[in-house]
């Protein structure tokens, strides 16, 4: 089981910019895609975005796309969401995950979460 620790997150002002960082205690980290998820209060968790362990594949949903970047530095076993261009509908509690393939957009091709960390945009 991978441990999971989420940081970043915050109060910001529609338009402005989050990082949110994800530090994973694995070995192995680089053998393992990486996905963020959300979820906003009285909805679903939705998927935002994953990669590959290697870092050269991304997937992003649609209403992030071209507004926030998920990146991964192995050597630091870190995972990154860089969020710009923020709107109110981003507010949500974000998590990573640890999975086996980031084609995969449903929280159930993934295994081990974070606690997660609040981002908040407001209007």
């Known amino acids: 089981q991978v441990r999971l620790v989420e940081s970043g997150g915050g109060l910001v002002q529609a338009g402005g910019s989050l990082r949110l960082s994800c530090a994973a205690s694995?070995?192995?980290?680089?053998?393992?895609?990486m996905a963020w998820f959300r979820q906003a209060p009285g909805k679903e968790r939705e998927f935002v975005a994953a990669i590959s362990g290697s870092g050269r594949w991304t997937n992003y949903q649609n209403s992030v796309k071209g507004r926030f970047t998920i990146s991964r530095d192995n050597a630091k076993n870190t995972v990154y969401l860089q969020m710009n261009s923020l709107k109110p509908e981003d507010t949500a509690l974000y998590s990573c995950?640890?999975?086996?393939?980031?084609?995969?957009?449903?929280?159930?091709?993934?295994?081990?979460w974070g606690q997660g960390t609040q981002v908040t945009v407001s209007s």
């Open positions: 995950a640890t999975g086996d393939d980031p084609t995969r957009k449903t929280e159930y091709g993934y295994n081990d």
């Open positions: 694995t070995r192995t980290f680089s053998s393992y895609a």
